[in-house]
C-alpha cells in the first residue's frame, strides 16, 4: 500500500471523520479566545505557593520540594515491606561478604594481599 493510498483509505474512515469533528470543536471553544488565555494564567498564578516568587517557573519552592521529596522517601517503606526487608538483608549480606574477606589478614604488608 502506498502512502497516498493509505492516507485515502484513513480519510474514508469513520475515525478520521470523528477526529475532525473533535479537532474543529476544539478550535471554535478554545482558540483565538482571550478569556480562556487569561483564564489559564491566573490559574497557573493561583497554584504557586505564597512562599515563592510569582515569576518562578517553579510552583512551589526548594524547601517544599525538599520536604515532599522526603516524606515520599519516608512512605516508600511503609508500602512495600517485603521488599524493604529483603533490601535490608542484601546490605547486611553483603557487609559481611566484606568484613569478612579482611578478618584475619596481618597488618603489614607480608600478607600478599593485594590492596586496590
Keep these: 500500500m502506498t502512502p497516498d493510498e493509505f492516507a485515502e483509505h484513513y480519510h474514508n474512515l469513520n475515525v ?8 474543529n470543536a476544539y478550535l471554535h471553544e478554545f482558540v483565538g479566545k482571550p ?3 487569561l483564564a489559564y494564567v ?3 498564578q493561583a497554584e504557586h505557593a505564597t512562599t515563592s516568587s510569582k515569576k518562578s517557573s517553579y510552583v512551589i519552592s526548594i524547601p517544599m520540594q525538599t520536604r515532599a521529596v522526603v516524606a515520599r522517601r519516608l ?3 511503609k508500602g ?6 529483603a533490601n535490608t538483608a542484601a ?16 597488618n603489614t604488608t607480608a600478607s600478599g594481599v593485594l590492596y586496590l
Design 80 to 85: 512495600s515491606v517485603g521488599g524493604q526487608i
Design 35 to 37: 478569556n480562556h488565555a
Design 91 to 106: 546490605f547486611m549480606i553483603q557487609a559481611i561478604v566484606v568484613g569478612t574477606v579482611f578478618l584475619r589478614i596481618p
Design 16 to 23: 478520521w471523520q470523528v477526529n475532525q469533528q473533535d479537532m
Design 75 to 77: 512512605q516508600i517503606p
Design 42 to 44: 491566573e490559574s497557573t
